[in-house]
């Protein structure tokens, strides 16, 4: 760490950007308590680290005072595995279809 110019909190805080990149994309909403026992960061930290992580574009989430949890739509990856390949997949092909019943109204419109 001291090699690297790193004090033990900044070591702390990037593993536990890379914990959240490693997540499933499908699970979306996690409560304070969940995050931290995930993160190894105490229960009142979870939303500050939120912000740093919105703030360094680590996460894109909302923050869900009122329920205790964060709501992240989507987090940097680590790596694009096989399923994450599948997701996006699954997406843009639901997207097309959108798109292509949007141009099928709009074509019978006219």
């Known amino acids: 760490m001291k ?10 805080l990037k593993k536990s950007y890379v914990q959240i990149c490693s ?6 909403n996690f409560k304070y308590e969940d995050l931290a026992q995930l993160l190894n960061i105490k229960t009142n930290d979870v939303e500050m ?10 996460i894109d989430a909302k923050i869900d005072q009122k ?7 989507s987090h940097q990856l680590r790596e694009i595995k ?3 390949w599948l997701q996006i997949q699954n997406k843009v092909r639901h997207w097309r279809e959108k798109f292509v019943r949007m141009q099928q109204v709009l074509a019978a419109s006219q």
């Open 67 to 73: 329920n205790q949890e964060i709501i992240i739509k």
């Open 3 to 12: 090699d690297e110019g790193l004090t033990q909190e900044e070591v702390v």
């Open 82 to 84: 096989k399923q994450e």
């Open 23 to 28: 997540l499933s994309t499908e699970k979306t």
């Open 49 to 58: 680290w939120a912000i740093e992580a919105i703030t360094k574009r680590i």
